[in-house]
């Protein structure tokens, strides 16, 4: 019944927004576009990007198109080699940064032919720059023990890695000052001939800017690309100052929330994707099922609001507002146990109404 | 006028009762002396207090004093009684009808310096001494005073009399404020100002010391996080950066109380170039970093 209802009235060949099959029918894998969408686990859900980054601070890695991903990307051939690349990603809670770090990760694979990156994920506490340096020593360790001994070699290597970090930590650990840089040194001797994958650090929360440049300073001979992922734009900026005078080997993308205007675009791309091939739209209805009406909702600003910038709100909630509001509308026609070719279209939109529903929803499951 | 009861009175009846012998000696030394055949008569005095005080009011001056006392000779009546007082400028006596009301500064405007009883006998004859207040002396121990009573046919009669000026309360208060209040107050004063001071001192010390052994994390700061605060489009996130940011560094620990809260309502208001001016005034070595981070605020 809402499948009927999806193609025959709203001309849609998938849930637009969590959709389960490609363009060619084929099931996609629910946790490539789950929460974020992640092309290292299903290419296919490239179409689904929608840029919303700003690329003025990237001049190397930039532009998303749905065939490339990233359209350009740092070549290591015409990159310093003894340095790693920073990626310094900006944006706050469901604003896509974790989607534009897959595709990040997607395109370190593609120019190392292929092979699929070592990520160490690491969670900052705090802002000592000192600690946060041993915390990446550690993770790295454990996120190298993990891989076992493939290549042939590396438990051992590892052994010595940690052999070598106990020393120098027992030795410096109450040095808030440490940067522990002979015993990285020592990480990537050990690793250099061993790991042909590309090492990829990604801090997905924590520390400062501070801490982030004395961990490229750390890691920058033994990863071949560090990710940070952070909401602070201060901190984001000065990192990415203080690095661009020193190496050419940093960019800085900001995810911008969408204003009401772009978050139409988004909708309209998102429908896009999954229309009917072949469907005719009523003129007035391009963004069938929805109204325009159902955007303008979700932008118009609380009581008491006063404010000098236009309203955005991050992707995520955006997607997640949309989906809600299809799904209930969808339950309810189907609840209402009307046959598909019995309903009048007009009846079936999603207007503000349906909108405000689902956004108040959300705001009490919250 | 305040009188003196019970013993105050006794040196005068003593006088009275012997005519020859002056107020001021003691009833021993009275009763050794011979005394004065009743024939001559005897001058008794009654009503007048031997300590005469002046109350000086809280505000304007003090009243004239009018004292009211009765002469009587016992004995052989006195064809005249001369009465006058010693050691009272501008003293003005009066014979009083019975029952006189007269007001006391009606006595000092028309009365004579000294004065002429006739014809007095046992029937006591009512008198009024006007002292006015300029009479009374300002020293602490009083002016001892006389009231001089001459019969023509016995030496003259003497009645002491002192007179004292009462300080108003609130004089007794300032000489208290100005001998024990004020030394206190002063004390504490003092003490206030050396402790704020010692505490200025030593809150001074410690943010250049702060400065110095934080000098190279400061230029960091001032050269690159602090500018890219300052560069912050929103003033929400300016402030809420910036606040955090300036705790972090160990800043707001090197403010005073007074600089910390005008430095807090700048950042809360995004006046950016305020704040970068307090931090110039602050942090002096970094104001090269300061005003980079503000090119177009003209800071001082």
Known sequence: ?366 | MSSRPAGAWTPGLLALMCAWIPCAQSAETATKKSLPPLEQGVIVVTGLPSVIESRVPYLGDAPPQCIDFSVSVIGKSAPELHITTVAVANARLRELPSNSTEACNITGKSAPRSIFLHDVNATERRVRLFIPSESFPRRAQGEAAKLLLVKLDSPPSEQALLLLRQNPEWQNLIVWLAGVVAPLIAAALSYVIKTAYDRRKAHNESAEAFRRQHATDLADFFGNLYKSTVELETPDEYAKTLERELEAKGILGTLDAGQLDRLRAAVRANDRRLVGNILIHKFPENSEAIRRAHPGDRLR
């Open chain 1, 1 to 366: 019944m809402s499948e009927e209802i999806l193609r025959q009235l709203w001309k849609l060949r998938n849930d637009p927004f969590f959709p389960t099959l490609d363009a060619a029918g084929t099931a996609l894998r629910p946790d490539a576009l789950k929460r974020s969408l992640n092309p290292l686990l299903d290419a296919r859900v490239l179409p689904f990007y929608f840029d919303i980054y700003d690329w003025n601070f990237s001049t190397l890695a930039r532009d998303i198109s749905p065939t490339k991903g990233l359209v350009s990307f740092p070549d290591p051939r015409t990159q310093p080699s003894d340095s790693a690349f920073m990626f310094l990603l900006l944006g706050c809670r469901e604003s896509g940064l974790d989607s534009l770090a897959n595709l990040i990760l997607l395109k370190i694979k593609e120019v190392a032919s292929g092979l699929e990156p070592l990520i160490v994920e690491v969670e900052l506490a705090g802002r000592e720059k000192a600690k946060n340096v041993a915390t990446v020593a550690k993770l790295l360790l454990e996120t190298l023990r993990n891989e076992g001994d493939e290549p042939p070699g590396l438990e051992k290597a590892v052994k010595k890695m940690q052999a070598a970090w106990d020393r120098e930590y027992e030795r410096q650990q109450f040095n808030t000052n440490a940067d522990y840089s002979d015993v990285f040194q020592s990480f990537r001797n050990q690793l250099k001939d061993l790991i042909i994958r590309p090492l990829v650090l990604k801090i997905i929360a924590g520390g400062d800017n501070d801490s982030w440049v004395r961990i490229h300073n750390a890691v920058k001979r033994t990863c071949s690309h560090v990710i940070v992922m952070t909401p602070d734009i201060a901190y984001a900026k000065t990192a990415y100052n203080s690095m661009s005078t020193q190496t050419q080997n940093v960019a800085w993308i900001r995810a911008v929330p969408l204003t009401r205007d772009k978050a139409q675009q988004f909708l309209q791309q998102r429908l896009s994707n999954e229309r009917v091939s072949g469907a005719v739209l009523p003129p007035t209805r391009p963004l069938l099922p929805f109204l325009t009406e159902a955007i303008d909702v979700l932008y118009e600003p609380g009581s008491g609001e006063k404010r000098t910038e236009a309203l955005a709100h991050p992707v995520g909630w955006l997607r997640r507002m949309l989906y809600r509001a299809l799904r209930d509308r969808l339950d309810s026609l189907v609840a209402a146990g009307v046959a598909a070719a019995a309903l009048d279209l007009e009846t079936t939109l999603i207007g503000a109404e349906q909108m405000k529903q689902a956004a108040q929803l959300d705001a009490k499951r919250i």
